[in-house]
């Protein structure tokens, strides 16, 4: 059975920083490109960055550029962002997400003071 | 980027309801085209992907169609599980980018 689970999220103070981790099993995670996709609460859908199947290619929304970091470990079957610098607009659902096929529940980050 | 409208925003829909949800797209992006549907407290679930290609396990009351920059999702008969949120979704190109979203409520 496919299965990504996210963790790491929590509430933050803006400017702080936060580190996502997703966890893959059931499929070969490094045949894989993955991303993360977030959703502000009420709001839609939005891509925040992907990184190809052997972590040498990375792809960023240009707001989150410089602040946020993808990567992945294949030896561990982990998905990882490293979100610096947060602002309160950066507050949403973080989703973990096979290819755009497979998506996990989703880890809370809140940033308020 | 490439900038994804759908519409309606809103859909006021029947059980057995024949439905339909479009998305146009800024740029031609050939097929690359994904549908997902959201129910509510959930993570997207993916619908159809290559603009008309439904995939593992959903049923086939989906059906999706449209190259270049205008596309259709098409539920033929609603059930109650399908009253949801849908996104389409463009891959041609970084940043992926979605549509607003469509409600389809009772």
């Known amino acids: 059975e496919v299965q990504v689970v996210e963790s790491g999220g929590g509430l933050v103070q803006p400017g702080g920083s936060l580190r996502l981790s997703c966890a893959a099993s059931?499929?070969?995670?490094?045949?894989?490109?993955m991303s993360w996709v977030r959703q502000a609460p009420g709001k839609g859908l939005e891509w925040v960055a992907s990184?190809?199947?052997?972590?040498?290619?990375?792809h960023y929304l240009d707001s989150v550029k410089g602040r946020f970091t993808i990567s992945r470990d294949n030896t561990r079957n982990s998905l990882y962002l490293q979100m610096n610098s947060l602002r309160a607009e950066d507050t949403a659902v973080y989703h973990c997400?096979?290819?755009?096929?497979?998506w996990g529940q989703g880890a809370r980050v809140t940033v308020s003071s | 980027a490439i900038w994804m409208t759908q519409s309606p925003s809103l859909l006021s829909a029947s059980t057995g309801d024949r439905v339909t949800i479009n998305c146009r797209v800024s740029?031609?992006?050939?097929?690359?085209l994904a549908w997902f549907r959201q129910k509510p407290g959930k993570a997207p679930e993916l619908l159809i992907y290559?603009?008309?290609t439904l995939d593992v396990a959903v049923p086939s009351r989906f059906s999706g169609s449209g190259s270049g920059t205008d596309f259709t999702l098409t539920v033929s008969s609603l059930q109650s599980e399908d009253f949801a949120t849908y996104y389409c979704?463009?891959?041609?190109?970084?940043?992926?980018?979605f549509g607003q979203g469509t409600k389809v409520e009772f």
């Open positions: 740029q031609d992006i050939s097929t690359y």
């Open positions: 997400v096979r290819d755009f096929d497979f």
């Open positions: 990184i190809e199947e052997d972590g040498n290619q990375k």
């Open positions: 979704q463009q891959y041609y190109s970084f940043p992926w980018t």
């Open positions: 290559a603009a008309s």
């Open positions: 059931g499929f070969t995670f490094s045949s894989y490109l």
